[in-house]
């Protein structure tokens, strides 16, 4: 069964950070690149950051870019987003997402990041 579970989401006061963790199971996680994307209420879903399947290359999305960092380790099958210096406007729900481009898509259930001010 393939699985994507988020955890490391919670309450934290601007400035703060946080550690969302992504463990994979069911599949092969060394052939997907990886993404972490966001939702915050009555907005469309934001990539924040993506992967490469062996970690060479990562990219962040402006709005994050010097304050996260994504990473992997293929043999824990787990991708991490290290949030630093968060900011009330990074409030949302935040998704994994592992697509190898060949049809297989897997999603996450979710993990809320709140930012208090």
């Known amino acids: 069964q393939v699985q994507l579970v988020e955890s490391g989401g919670g309450l934290v006061q601007a400035g703060g950070s946080l550690r969302l963790s992504c463990v994979a199971s069911?599949?092969?996680?060394?052939?997907?690149?990886m993404k972490w994307y966001r939702q915050a209420p009555g907005k469309e879903r934001e990539l924040v950051a993506r992967?490469?399947?062996?970690?060479?290359?990562?990219n962040h999305a402006d709005s994050v870019k010097g304050r996260f960092t994504i990473s992997r380790d293929n043999a824990k099958n787990t991708v991490w987003l290290q949030m630093n210096n968060l900011k009330s406007e990074d409030t949302a729900v935040y998704y994994c997402?592992?697509?190898?481009?060949?049809?297989?898509?897997?999603w996450g259930q979710g993990t809320q990041v709140t930012v208090s001010s």
């Open positions: 069911g599949f092969k996680l060394s052939s997907f690149p």
């Open positions: 992967i490469s399947t062996a970690g060479g290359i990562t």
């Open positions: 997402n592992a697509n190898n481009g060949l049809g297989n898509d897997y």
